[in-house]
């Protein structure tokens, strides 16, 4: 792998890929294996990116999929332009917004088609700092740490799966989600690194046919100054866990104490997704509440 943005994993994304028409980065995260011996439990968790435009074959092959709930990253704002969710009937829906940074003015900028001020802004490696900054943020501002510890919390709760938690790329947010959950399971740093990456694999036609056509039309000159806020990088990444041990000393202290995530809840989980010989690894404290409304007859309940 390289420290960079760009598609490169060492595994083809099609081995965790659940094929949809409306949604392209919706994947299993089973089957990394841990350093405890046991692989993560296949067809259990998923990750994706945004619900709002699958079709109704999109809905029932995730029906087959026996979901259970599904977690939404995405702002209320970005709801709002990009839809609701589409999802089977009964599925417990969960809104846990992450601003992931001021991403809109990024947008702006570049849809002015100011290409002096594009260079000025996102030149020199600035788009790249940009979103080495935003993953820090995923740790340092408390309502986005809240809104993952919350996530956590929930799918550490007893008949929360099969879950599946999604922002609108699938890449950043649930990019970082995957990567709390998958260290908390004992996955490898270079295996939870592969895991993000892939993301580059899935959306990279998508994402060439878009910095080609912002060129075509000339909104931008050069599509290597929105490359960062495309393509996933190891630094971004890196970033988020450098954060959480600046603050906290180690990741299990942040599990524990950013996350409010409970040692009785990371062991039911471990036997949930690695098996019941899984020796528990101490995370002190705390559990919270968060409100579900199921998909379906609308109705909310407490956990």
Avoid at 57 to 81: C, Y
Avoid at 235 to 261: H, I, K, N, P, Q
Wanted: proline residues 6%; neutral net charge; charged residues 25%.
């Amino acid at each position: 792998m390289r420290d960079g943005p760009g598609p490169v994993t060492g595994e083809p994304a099609p081995a965790r890929h659940i094929a949809l028409d409306g949604a392209v980065n919706v994947r299993d995260i089973g089957g990394y294996r841990s350093v405890h011996g046991p692989e993560v439990v296949r067809s259990r968790l998923f990750r994706g990116d945004s619900l709002s435009q699958l079709t109704s074959a999109d809905v029932e092959r995730l029906d087959r999929l026996g979901l259970r709930t599904v977690i939404d990253f995405r702002t209320p704002g970005e709801v709002l332009l990009g839809g609701d969710d589409r999802l089977p009937y009964g599925v417990e829906f969960a809104h846990l917004p992450v601003s992931g940074g001021d991403l809109g003015a990024i947008y702006e900028l570049v849809a002015s088609g100011d290409h002096e001020q594009q260079r000025r802004e996102l030149g020199d490696g600035r788009g790249a700092s940009f979103m080495a900054e935003m993953n820090r943020g995923f740790v340092s501002d408390a309502r986005q740490r809240e809104a993952f510890g919350a996530a956590l919390r929930l799918l550490c709760a007893p008949g929360r799966l099969p879950l599946l938690y999604h922002c609108t790329g699938g890449k950043d947010r649930a990019g970082w989600m995957t990567a709390i959950v998958l260290t908390a399971l004992g996955v490898p740093r270079e295996l939870v690194l592969r895991d993000y990456l892939l993301s580059n694999d899935l959306h990279r036609t998508g994402y060439q046919k878009l910095r080609s056509d912002l060129v075509k039309i000339g909104i931008v000159t050069d599509p290597g100054l929105i490359r960062p806020f495309l393509e996933q990088s190891a630094t971004f990444l890196g970033a988020a866990f450098e954060e959480a041990d600046r603050r906290y000393g180690s990741f299990g202290r942040f599990l524990a104490y950013g996350l409010e995530v409970s040692e009785a809840m990371l062991t039911d989980l471990r036997r949930t997704l690695l098996g019941d010989l899984v020796p528990p690894e101490p995370v002190p404290l705390a559990s919270a509440r968060h409100h579900l409304r199921r998909r379906g007859p609308r109705r909310r309940s407490l956990m």
